[in-house]
């Protein structure tokens, strides 16, 4: 895999609020980042309590995109409040931030909203992915690029994943066992380049069709709750972070 720069953890400290989490989301996460990948950083701050409960509100979610060092930085931080929002919405994408192994700055807090996790998990997260599919496939058909292909592919495998064992896997490396068996050798075509076509050759149609299939099978045979259960937990986790308790380290 694309080593990530090593003065990623530099940035959560220099931005204007203090910081709950960063985490690395994108291709990094997903299994197939190429040398020239942008690095997609992502994460929660917190807003003090004048910027809140005053007339003049702070930013609900700060975002940056810059490059260093020839490396495109894309940085997407919420307040903790939006973020714990999110999360109680049924948000795949917010889910995977938080839950991101590539770590670039933690926090109690963040330590916290992880411990959390599993109590906003719900079986209609499956929607997130059959949504986000779809999105990808009519990407892919216009442009018939693979990184929009491969972005298909790796959602339903989360998807269905996350509906028959409550567990979240955004590696599609680790998740081959859903897909069809050309998989791996299209995540090393991305790895090798960032904007390259789909090779011809495969029924990608029908394979998606597949992996959509069973997504909405496993949706509607999963045991996973209705509703998050961790709503009045992360309540107090705001609260508390408003207090003072949300600085990274």
């Not at 220099?14 to 997903?30: E, I, K």
């Not at 992502?42 to 260093?68: I, M, N, S």
Request: glycine residues 8%.
């Amino acid at each position: 895999m694309t080593a990530l720069p090593p003065w990623l953890p530099e940035i959560p400290g220099g931005q204007p609020y203090p910081s709950v989490f960063a985490t690395v989301s994108g291709a990094h996460l997903y299994g197939f980042p190429s040398a020239d990948s942008d690095v997609d950083l992502r994460g929660a701050h917190v807003l003090p309590v004048p910027e809140v409960a005053g007339l003049r509100h702070g930013p609900a979610t700060l975002e940056r995109t810059w490059t260093r060092e020839g490396v495109e930085v894309d940085l997407v931080t919420h307040d903790v409040a939006k973020f714990c929002r999110l999360l109680l919405g049924r948000n795949g994408y917010v889910l995977e931030q938080l839950l991101s192994p590539l770590v670039v700055a933690s926090s109690p807090v963040h330590e916290e909203l992880v411990a959390l996790a599993p109590g906003c998990v719900t079986r209609h997260h499956a929607h997130h992915y059959l949504g986000f599919a779809r999105t990808q496939w009519r990407l892919f058909g216009r442009n018939g690029e693979l990184k929009p292909l491969l972005y298909t592919f790796r959602v339903l495998a989360t998807g269905t994943h996350l509906m028959r064992t409550g567990e979240l896997e955004a590696d599609l490396t680790r998740l081959y066992a859903y897909g069809p068996a050309y998989l791996p050798g299209l995540v090393a075509a991305k790895r090798a380049a960032e904007h390259v076509a789909a090779p011809a050759g495969p029924d990608f149609e029908r394979d998606v069709a597949r992996m959509t299939a069973a997504l909405e099978e496993a949706h509607q045979a999963s045991r996973l709750p209705e509703r998050a259960t961790a709503d009045e937990a992360l309540h107090d986790v705001v609260v508390r972070s408003r207090l003072g308790n949300g600085r990274s380290r």
